[in-house]
């Protein structure tokens, strides 16, 4: 979500969420036209749609919002344009169990970024010292298994006159990795 400046923050009555989903505007008065749209973000009180074709500010639209598999019918005004594609929605009317059904998915979204954020920080908390004990871990695991199992550094020979006086003289098949070079002739 991009950055929001603190007085636009503060106008907001909910908080929004990051969101992906589907949307059908029906401009209202109806034109019979359902355009589609994508969810950018939801709240208690909006979203915000990418949409085919710009809308004017104050227009009034009957939406439907699906979002993973629960769907809700509004009616929303057109508050912003964010660009060319992108319009922020407000409810103006929703029933009763389209409140509830959006009260339960924003909360559902806002547990969601509650982990991300705990995930994000405890990240950011591990220390440099810590970290590069875990790549050398790594480095002396990939040197254990290197030197247990020699033939992860080989490659099968694939000759075809050789298997069969390979497999007759009980040679291994396996030799020495070679790098692979491929001329190319950029000007030819």
Known sequence: MPERSNAEEERRRSPRFTCGGQAKINCLPSDGIILPATIRDLSLHGCCLDIPQPFDCGVRAEIIVRVNAASFRAVGEVKAIRGRSGAGIEFVHLSAGGKDLLADLVAQLARLQAIMNQLKSARREMDAESLRRQLEGGK???????????????????????????????????MEAQPLVIPVDLFG
């Open 140 to 174: 002396l695991q990939a040197g254990v298994l290197s030197a247990r199992f020699p033939f992860l550094r080989t490659i099968l020979c694939v000759d075809s006159s050789e298997p069969d006086q390979a497999a007759s003289e009980g040679q291994d098949r396996i």
